[in-house]
């Protein structure tokens, strides 16, 4: 398990524009962190940086105190617009995408998708899910690796009060099964109950600890 994550001096230039500008962060294992921030304010785009879906313009990400080519770490990621082929069953759709990395077995994967309170043997396609059944199943596809690094981009906004409180729980489980969490929300809610630390973000800045 990777013990701390740590972000010195990260910035993110796209064009002339700065998306993140020297972001510090330094994450430890078995806590929930809390990003909250308006609209375009680069939460997305730090989990991105996070997840090495983008590459930072300048800036260190480490794991450990190693680079990601080193460290070669394990994480699990759920953000929106992730694709999942429509015409797949949940089930198919993640198994194709354990077969990347072939870090889950067919059984770790029906284990997700029941955690998220989804049923595995549903034959029904990605495209007949509901808003909240998609954002569940994209839920199992970031935990079903048991990810040493779990980012969620707004989990929540699409799911039921009672899925809500699963969402919750499986966030506690997967910290206290010493993953570092990293939650990004506009829901108070969330935030507050969860997180061990906040941090407000503002046109790319790290601001302060709410
Ligand atoms: N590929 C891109 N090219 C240019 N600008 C981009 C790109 N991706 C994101 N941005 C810009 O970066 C800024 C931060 O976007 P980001 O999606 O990280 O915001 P966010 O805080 O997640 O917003 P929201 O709450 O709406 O999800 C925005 O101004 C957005 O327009």
Redesign the pocket.
């Given at each position: 398990m990777i013990q701390e994550v740590k972000l010195e001096n990260i910035t993110?230039q796209?064009?002339t524009?700065t998306?993140?500008e020297n972001i510090c962060l330094t994450m430890k294992c078995g806590q929930i962190y809390g990003?909250t921030?308006?609209?375009?304010?680069?939460?997305?785009?730090?989990?991105?940086v996070i997840a090495g879906l983008?590459n930072p313009s300048s800036g260190q990400l480490l794991f450990d105190g190693k680079n990601r080519v080193d460290a070669d770490p394990n994480i699990g990621i759920m953000i929106?617009n992730a694709s999942l082929y429509p015409e797949l069953s949940g089930r198919e759709n993640l198994r194709l995408l354990a077969s990347i990395r072939k870090r889950a077995t067919n059984e770790e994967i029906d284990q997700a998708i029941r955690r998220v309170g989804l049923e595995p043997e549903d034959k029904r396609t990605f495209r007949k899910y509901s808003l909240g059944m998609k954002q569940r199943l994209m839920l199992a596809q970031a935990i079903m690796e048991q990810p040493e690094v779990l980012l969620l981009?707004?989990p929540t906004n699409a799911i039921d009060r009672k899925g809500v409180e699963l969402v919750h729980q499986i966030m506690s489980e997967e910290a206290q099964r010493g993953a570092i969490v990293l939650l990004?929300s506009?829901v108070d809610y969330d935030i507050r109950s969860l997180c061990s630390r906040v941090f407000l973000?503002e046109?790319?800045r790290l601001q302060m600890e709410v």
């Open positions: 993110k796209i064009g524009t998306i993140l990003i921030g308006e609209n375009g304010s680069g939460k997305t785009m730090l989990m991105r983008v929106e981009d707004e990004a506009h973000i046109k790319g």
